[in-house]
């Protein structure tokens, strides 16, 4: 009648004979989330420490030094008590600068080429080679600044010093290229193909579909990939610390060595600054100078993206 | 039909400037190679792997460095991917879809965001002095595992969205609880993206140099670490530290020991590759 | 008091046997504030096969997965009413949806097999719910597939994965998988209209096939599927149950109106 009765065993009743092991399943249900849940929370609390870290260590800092002495002074040398903080903003102003002309161009040019020129084959050739382009550790960038780009420089300009913000600067777009391109190549390629279609049909050349219908369509994309680029470009130590020098000029020259504020936090940290000194302290005012302008920037381009989603 | 033929010539150059602003990134990548090789490979042997930092060029070993970075590995890979992939089994599939969920959300996009020297600040406040750990292996792998989380975040979180709702229905429809269905079949279905994104979330984390700088990885070592309270080094502290000495001879162990780095990382990346190819074409 | 209360059971128990596992009344169902069931009243009989049929979005999926309480899993979902499971409430017990749900599997619309071998697949139930022996393991994946009319076309390839198998097979051993923990009722949510018709008509004799030892509840939109195989048809409309009888009778001498027009194609 029933097949399975045919043999020595239920399975429904093996199932309730392990009941009793259920009441541990329950225990487990409930522990897990919890314990997900406070995985979950450690990246807040990971938020919640810097903010903490850098507001703590800033705040010991400025009832030392004040705030307008410290953004408004023109002067940074904290081993002789200047701290005017403005030479290290406009040293990464300008390597940001020179790094957004190098990548801006080369990055939307080849997003541009990827997305609307290429066939196939080809993108998947040089996407890979843009992504070990975004992978190369940036000590290996700085390295390569200082003993090949510089070199070379200086037989253009003899007057660049060894250690210049030209070009820190360039290696610097080099090494967010990458990301403009891939951003902004995603974000074109998201323009469905109707829109193409349509302003082919109507006789236009590629260049005026990429020109007048896919980068409208793809702008907010397209910027807010540029803004998360510069924010990188603000952010990053490596290059400057090897290439660019340690010596916080007021100038917007690119041949000559300035000191970024990523670069002096390395500075203030390896020195033989010691633990509760002004020096100690001012790595933070200068951390949480770098902190608010990246984290505007990095709002900024999500502000954009979800601001100007759109719809197609 | 002058201004047609004007059109198209205008969009034939254009292609030409686009591929040959393009091919200046090849090119770069193509010089940085060739100089790093050129310079590098003349004094890569076995005697540069074996030996310790020296005061002289052609004492001067990568071992050191190769051992710290290994250490750190083995101590940032388990923590940064349990706690990575519990937030995104939190996110996907235990969260609520309310403020809270959103926050912790937009919390680990802005994490992503932030510069890796101030991670190496909040390793220095919290790991080196608050924590008392001083500049050891600990604190340097706690300082990155942090580093790394959002990246491992949200790959793990992409990877668990992509298994279809289809199957954990099934289970649970078995009468399964719902983390014997996670554990059982959302995880191993997530596994290969999971995979993926973390090994190129530690690839990141072996070319780091600047927030372990902060946490005080020293560079002139001469043991390998015996204990989580340990002195350490990593191989881009030791790149670093060569790079920035005066002598040109330096320049070449330095390029030497980038090959090494980036052989790792070629490797790492290779496996990550492979993973992807190998169970992409799943469902 | 109490005396009469168990007489009283026993006596119900007596008279389920014969007649119905499952006893909706007057059950209401809401998405958030849509309302998708309106005052269902419904006795599945057992070991027989009950077709629901009805228009797309009539709710008669949303009525089937109550009955293993599917409709947990989405948010915002109200009932009102009772669901009776062999006399007890499946809402009551807020512990007792996991054992409800091992005494009443699911097939779904399109076959869902995990991303696992074959053996693994039909091996999950008992998994779960604890059963370890390899040897019993054995058997019951064996008789599973036997059960599920498959064992032959895969028999010596368990350790393949279920992916490399076609959409009839999989959904056959989807059935298995489902046999594995031998439930007392099988819900069957469309279990053919993913399937070619060779497929779907070997999954029609299979399911004509285990009535003898299973509860059948079936959904689908093709009124032929469920004049062919269901002893007992429940035609829904616009979340209401609109008639319910034997599938004969149902077919040749529809008492209402509106399942008279939906049979002979006049909607829907």
Known sequence: MNTHQEHKYSVQEMISDKKSKKNLFNVTEKIVPLFLLLCAVISVLTTAGILFTLLRESITFFSEVSLAEFYLGTQWSPWSGKFGVFPLITGTLLITAIATCVALPIGIASAIYLSEYASNRSRKIIKPILEILAGIPTVVYGFFALTFVTPILQSVFPELKIFNALSAGIVVGIMITPMIASLSEDAMNSVPNRLREGAMALGSTKLEVTIKVIIPAALSGIIASIVLAVSRALGETMIVTIAAGATPNLTFDPMQSIQTLTAFIVQGATGDTSYGSNIYFSIYAVGITLFVFTFAMNLFAQYISRKFREDY | ?283 | MSVAMIDEKVEGEIVEKNSSIFKIEDFNLWYGTNQAIYGVNLSIPQNKITAVIGPSGCGKSTLLKTLNRMNDMIPGVRTSGQVMYNNQDIFRNKQMVEELRTQVGMVFQKPNPFPKSIYDNVAYGPRIHGIKKKKVLDEIVENSLKGAAIWDEVKDRLNQNAFSLSGGQQQRVCIARCLAIEPDVILMDEPTSALDPISTSKIEELIKELKNNYTIVIVTHNMQQAARISDKTAFMLNGELVEFTDTDRLFSNPKDKRTEDYITGRFG
């Open chain 2, 1 to 283: 039909m002058s201004r047609m033929r004007r059109r198209i010539i205008l969009n034939q150059t254009f292609k030409y400037v686009f591929i040959f602003a393009m091919s200046l990134a090849l090119i770069a990548l193509s010089v940085l190679i060739y100089r790093i090789l050129s310079q590098g490979l003349g004094h890569l042997n076995i005697d540069f792997l074996r030996q310790y930092p020296a005061p002289y060029p052609d004492k001067a070993g990568l071992f050191a460095g190769i051992m710290g970075s290994l250490y750190l590995m083995l101590l940032i890979a388990p923590i940064s991917i349990t706690i990575g992939v519990s937030t995104a089994l939190y996110l996907e599939e235990y969260a609520a879809k309310n403020k809270f969920t959103r926050f912790i959300q937009t919390n680990v996009q802005n994490l992503a965001g932030v510069p890796s020297i101030v991670f190496g600040l909040l390793g220095l406040t919290f790991f080196v002095y608050l924590f008392s750990f001083g500049y050891t292996l600990i604190a340097g792998a706690l300082t990155m595992s942090l580093l790394i989380l959002p990246v491992i975040v949200v790959a793990s979180q992409e990877a668990i969205r992509f298994v279809p709702n289809e199957i954990r229905q099934a289970s649970i429809a078995m009468g399964a609880t719902k983390w014997q269905t996670i554990w059982r079949i959302v995880l191993p279905a997530a596994i290969p993206g999971i995979l993926t994104g973390s090994i190129l979330a530690l690839s990141r984390a072996i070319g780091e140099t600047a927030p372990l700088i902060i946490v005080g990885a020293a560079a002139a070592i001469y043991t390998i670490p015996d204990s989580l309270t340990s002195k350490y080094t990593a191989m881009p502290i030791q790149i670093y530290n060569w790079t920035s000495r005066p002598q040109e001879e330096w320049q070449y162990i330095a390029g030497a020991g980038i090959i090494v780095l980036l052989v790792i990382l070629l490797l790492m990346n290779s496996i990550a590759i492979w993973i992807r190819n190998k169970f992409q074409s799943r469902y």
